[in-house]
């Protein structure tokens, strides 16, 4: 039998899971519980580039200060850290999107308008309820996503192409994350559309 292999990185995961958010975004017309899976690939994309925004050279800015200080201490004494890797966790990765202080000339820290600040907060806390689910019945009404997505997506949008740190040359990933981006915000205009005269 072969051997089949799904390959990904902190760099290009980002651009995976905007290609999903389309993906889903096509069917919430007609599927309604499509936007649990739009809330968690729009989530999953804007960790993985806030990841890559603020991990630095030595891969180390998005783990936790604690981690960071134990790896530092034993790379300083010549040995393999002990402790398990601890990642930062949602809202410390989009606090320091905005507070970097070692960056490139031309890189910019992200200055979220106060809509995008709520709407990453409200993706965070939707996400938590879908992928920790509790045994209970849940309605929602959703005709608020397409708002919190696309200000999630203008920010994905900001860290890729304007913080310096995802994609500093065009190539394949930068254009099919342009392509991603694109696609699912005309798709939100059809949605907000629709929703708007229902």
Same mark, same amino acid.
């Given at each position: 039998?072969?051997?089949?292999?799904?390959?990904?990185? *902190?760099?290009?995961?980002?651009? %995976?899971?905007?290609?999903?958010?389309?993906?889903?975004? $096509?069917?919430?017309?007609?599927?309604? *519980?499509?936007?649990?899976? @739009?809330?968690?690939?729009? %989530? !999953?994309?804007? %960790? =993985?580039?806030?990841?890559?925004?603020?991990?630095?050279?030595?891969?180390?800015?998005?783990?936790?200060? $604690? &981690?960071? $200080?134990?790896?530092?201490? +034993? *790379?300083? /004494?010549?040995?393999?850290? /002990?402790?398990?890797?601890?990642?930062?966790?949602?809202?410390?990765?989009?606090?320091?999107? +905005?507070?970097?202080? +070692?960056?490139?000339?031309? =890189?910019?820290?992200?200055?979220?308008?106060?809509?995008?600040?709520?709407? @990453?907060?409200?993706? !965070?806390?939707?996400?938590?309820?879908?992928?920790? *689910? $509790?045994?209970?019945?849940?309605?929602?009404?959703?005709?608020?996503?397409? #708002?919190?997505?696309?200000?999630?997506?203008?920010?994905?949008?900001?860290?890729?192409?304007?913080?310096?740190?995802?994609?500093?040359? +065009?190539?394949?990933?930068?254009?099919?994350? #342009?392509? =991603?981006?694109?696609?699912?915000? =005309?798709?939100?205009?059809?949605?907000?559309?629709? &929703?708007?005269?229902?």
């Amino acid at each position: 039998m072969a051997e089949i292999w799904m390959r990904t990185d *902190y760099q290009h995961e980002g651009v %995976h899971a905007l290609e999903m958010v389309v993906e889903q975004l $096509k069917e919430v017309l007609e599927d309604p *519980y499509r936007w649990k899976w @739009v809330v968690v690939a729009t %989530h !999953n994309a804007l %960790h =993985a580039f806030m990841v890559a925004d603020v991990s630095g050279s030595d891969l180390l800015g998005a783990m936790t200060e $604690k &981690y960071a $200080k134990h790896w530092r201490e +034993q *790379y300083e /004494k010549g040995e393999h850290p /002990k402790k398990p890797e601890r990642l930062a966790d949602f809202p410390e990765l989009f606090e320091r999107t +905005q507070i970097q202080t +070692q960056r490139f000339v031309d =890189a910019r820290n992200l200055d979220p308008t106060e809509s995008q600040e709520d709407s @990453v907060g409200r993706l !965070n806390w939707w996400r938590g309820e879908f992928v920790h *689910y $509790k045994p209970k019945s849940l309605s929602i009404e959703v005709s608020g996503f397409p #708002e919190i997505v696309r200000d999630c997506l203008d920010v994905a949008r900001f860290l890729a192409f304007e913080s310096m740190y995802v994609f500093r040359v +065009q190539d394949e990933w930068s254009e099919r994350t #342009e392509r =991603a981006l694109g696609e699912a915000n =005309a798709l939100l205009d059809v949605i907000k559309a629709s &929703y708007s005269t229902a």
